[in-house]
């Protein structure tokens, strides 16, 4: 059974910054896409930012403050946020997409004061 663990989640301040992480637990057969989604209270889950073998995407509300990257040998991604805006407080999840395959972390709170 696969479960992703997601952690880094916290409170910080405007102009702040974390680093989310999402590991893999149990084997997965060749994730292809590893990705970071929200979901702030009242809204629709939005996709953050994804990452591929050869290619990066981001939400234009994040582009240039977020950086996703990825371990293929620990099965891990990761999302460095810098420069924290209080409209980015929400719940963060991360989705890896495989062969035949999705999953979801559980979630993991980010909350950025003004």
């Known amino acids: 059974q696969v479960q992703l663990v997601e952690s880094g989640g916290g409170l910080v301040q405007a102009g702040g910054s974390l680093r989310l992480s999402c590991a893999a637990s149990g084997s997965i057969f060749r994730i292809i896409v590893m990705g970071w989604y929200r979901q702030a209270p009242g809204k629709q889950r939005e996709l953050v930012a994804s990452?591929?073998?050869?290619?990066?995407n981001y939400a234009d509300s994040v582009k240039g403050r977020f950086t996703i990257s990825r371990d293929n040998a620990k099965n891990t991604v990761y999302l460095q946020m810098n420069s924290l805006k209080p409209e980015d407080t929400a719940v963060y999840y991360c989705n890896f997409v495989g062969l035949g395959a999705d999953y979801w972390g559980q979630g993991t709170q980010v909350t950025v004061s003004s």
């Open positions: 990452i591929t073998s050869g290619s990066t």
